[in-house]
């Protein structure tokens, strides 16, 4: 058992404080936000995560975690703090290290005895070993401080289980000391351990991510060519998938990709490449490729309805992707306001995601037009006049070609995900139009 501290409780530093005390480490999570740390003493989570709130309540009866704002006391005793805090990125693409250095000089104030730094947040190539100098600079105590760098894989709505059952883990170091302490915290985990170089680790990270992103506006750009030449681009991706040098994963074509990793990563690699007098041309591409991606049905309607004034438009799905309440980059937040801007009355569904997107787009009144939260989804679709759909959520994917028919005034569907089966949807009489994919009209 090691004695852990981790900073940060959103998504890395709370999910990965949870999982390191289910395997029996003795853990401390920091945050300054104290009304937080209460809450989570009583085993509420402050995100939306399958399985957190379980763990976080196991484990604390079982006094292996804690939460406080005091990092004095518990960065000083520590084996290994994790720095689990955020790098948003800035307005030129670049990532926001100001957190990160808040809490290495908090650790270097801090620390009474020998202790290695471990770094989960995503950050530049090079970062860590200015995280590791930074620290020794404001060190008070003679002890010894190393930084390693282990980024984190797990997806938002199946973090606890991406970190749990992890394909692999990272271990970024620079002296055996730091390898073989890293390498007994994750012993228990019964993981495999890749381990490389500080630098390495920090490349893998973005590598990882960005590889998935240009996978996936790859899809898209083969989507939209099939839309051109009469192909299928599901059946194209279902073919390709046999392939296991392509693999089954992230081939689904669709309204480009969201949230807090994809847009920032890909920007942020493309900025490192930048900075070291490189053109790194496929991330470009994918990011290109996502901005086109994600307004490409609304352009579509637009032409099909001429204007959106005055006419009823079902929203289904605001998140970024299902299982989270994240909006970070979702589609919807590009759609909505080009819609409100046309005067349309938005009927907007989301099973988790609404209470956040009303905090952007309160109910009523926007612009020329408005916008209405409803929490049964026939209510949004009802004499709806046009339905996007930007979430894959189950209750989304349960509704049927039949219903559509049944409930909206005039049947007709931009489906950014590619849920609903063409045939039925021509069976229902329902015009829908997807992405990749042949429209019925
Ligand atoms: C992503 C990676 O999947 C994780 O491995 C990584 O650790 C994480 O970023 C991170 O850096 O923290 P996440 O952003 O939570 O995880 O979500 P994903 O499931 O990867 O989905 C990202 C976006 O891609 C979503 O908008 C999703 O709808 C879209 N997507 C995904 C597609 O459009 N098509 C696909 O085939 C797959």
Redesign the pocket.
């Known amino acids: 058992m090691d004695k852990i501290a981790v900073a940060g409780t959103g ?2 530093g709370l999910v990965a404080g949870a999982c390191f005390a289910e395997v029996g480490h003795q853990v401390t999570c920091v945050d300054i936000d104290e009304n937080k740390v209460n809450t989570m003493k009583q085993g509420i989570s402050p995100i939306y995560e399958d399985g957190l709130e379980e763990l976080m309540q196991k484990n604390y009866a079982a006094g292996r975690i804690d939460y406080t704002t005091d990092y004095k006391s518990a960065y000083k005793d520590a084996d290994a703090i994790f720095i689990g805090v955020g790098t948003p990125e800035q307005p030129d693409g670049s990532a926001n290290l100001s957190y990160i250095a808040t809490v290495a000089r908090q650790i270097a104030e801090s620390i009474e005895k020998d202790c290695l730094v471990v770094v989960k947040s ?1 950050v530049p190539v090079g970062t860590n070993d200015k995280v590791e100098q930074f620290i020794n600079d404001f060190l008070t105590n003679d002890v010894k401080v190393e930084v390693a760098s282990n980024p ?6 199946s ?1 606890v289980h ?1 970190n749990l059952h992890a394909d692999r883990v990272i271990i970024g170091t620079e002296s055996k000391w730091a390898e073989e302490l890293l390498k007994g915290i994750y012993a228990p985990f019964n993981l495999p351990i890749v381990s490389v170089n500080r630098r390495s680790a920090e490349m893998i ?1 973005y590598a ?2 960005d590889f ?2 240009l ?2 506006s790859y ?2 750009d083969i989507a939209n060519l099939c839309e051109l030449i009469g192909a299928d681009v599901q059946d194209v991706a279902r073919g390709m998938s046999f392939d296991e040098r392509i693999g089954n ?14 847009p920032k ?1 890909t920007k942020a690699l493309e900025n490192i490449a930048t900075q070291n007098g490189y053109e790194l041309k496929t991330v470009k591409a994918a990011i290109d490729i996502n901005e086109d991606q994600k307004t490409k049905l609304y352009k579509k309607a637009s032409k099909r309805l001429i204007t959106f004034s005055g006419l009823k438009v079902a929203v289904l799905g605001l998140t ?2 299902p299982g ?1 309440d994240d909006l970070r ?3 919807s937040l590009e759609n909505v306001p080009l819609l409100l801007e046309q005067g349309a009355d938005i009927y907007a569904y989301d099973p988790v995601g609404a209470e956040n997107f009303a905090k952007v787009y309160p109910e009523g009144k926007n612009g020329r037009g408005s916008i209405t939260y409803v929490s049964n989804i026939e209510h949004a679709i009802e004499d709806a006049n046009v339905c996007f759909i930007f ?2 959520w189950g209750e989304v994917k349960a509704v049927t070609p039949k219903r559509y028919k049944e409930l909206m005034r005039t049947p007709l569907v931009y489906d950014g ?1 590619n849920i609903h089966d063409i045939k039925d949807m021509e069976k229902a009489e329902v015009e829908y139009y997807s992405v990749g994919r042949k429209p019925v009209t």
């Open positions: 998504y890395v995503t984190e894989f797990l997806a938002q709505g973090a991406d990270k990882s991510n998935l992103a996978k996936i899809m898209n994963k992230f081939l689904n074509a669709g309204i480009g990709y969201g949230g807090s990793c994809f990563d970024f992707k989270t980059e979702a589609p979430t894959e995900r």
